[in-house]
């Protein structure tokens, strides 16, 4: 299944995931929330999506997701696209662990990246 790796569809694919997580760590909220729902999701259409898509490029979507859900617990690193690790990162991280505990707790009052 993993055909498209090294293919133009699977450069494309592969953005879209990259996005997803860029989204989860940058500084719009309603972007950053939809991609942790994205990312995270352990059933349903979102889960789906990304089943099919990390699917694309040989890989299990459902090992992603358990990976983001422990870096967003704290549990492991969340990391940054350069090599090198920043305070702005880490200052991104703790953004995206303050809205996954919102998404799992909605009645905590919201991150916000303001």
Request: glycine share 10%; aromatic share 8%.
């Given at each position: 299944m993993?055909?498209?790796?090294?293919?133009?569809?699977?450069?494309?694919v592969?953005a879209?995931?990259?996005?997803?997580?860029?989204?989860?760590?940058?500084?719009n909220d309603e972007h950053?929330?939809?991609?942790?729902?994205?990312l995270?999701?352990?059933?349903?259409?979102?889960?789906?999506?990304?089943?099919?898509?990390?699917?694309l490029?040989?890989?299990?979507?459902?090992?992603?997701?358990?990976?983001?859900?422990?870096?967003?617990?704290?549990n492991a690193?969340?990391?940054?696209?350069?090599?090198?690790?920043?305070?702005q990162?880490?200052?991104?991280?703790?953004?995206?662990?303050?809205?996954?505990?919102?998404?799992?707790?909605?009645?905590?009052l919201?991150a916000?990246?303001?």
């Amino acid at each position: 299944m993993d055909g498209m790796t090294g293919t133009s569809e699977g450069a494309f694919v592969a953005a879209i995931i990259s996005q997803a997580y860029s989204d989860m760590l940058g500084p719009n909220d309603e972007h950053a929330y939809a991609a942790i729902t994205f990312l995270t999701a352990p059933n349903g259409r979102h889960a789906r999506w990304r089943g099919q898509l990390f699917g694309l490029l040989g890989l299990d979507g459902d090992i992603a997701a358990q990976r983001i859900v422990d870096g967003l617990e704290g549990n492991a690193d969340l990391h940054p696209f350069t090599l090198e690790t920043t305070e702005q990162h880490a200052a991104q991280v703790e953004l995206a662990r303050r809205r996954w505990q919102h998404l799992k707790h909605p009645h905590a009052l919201p991150a916000s990246s303001v």
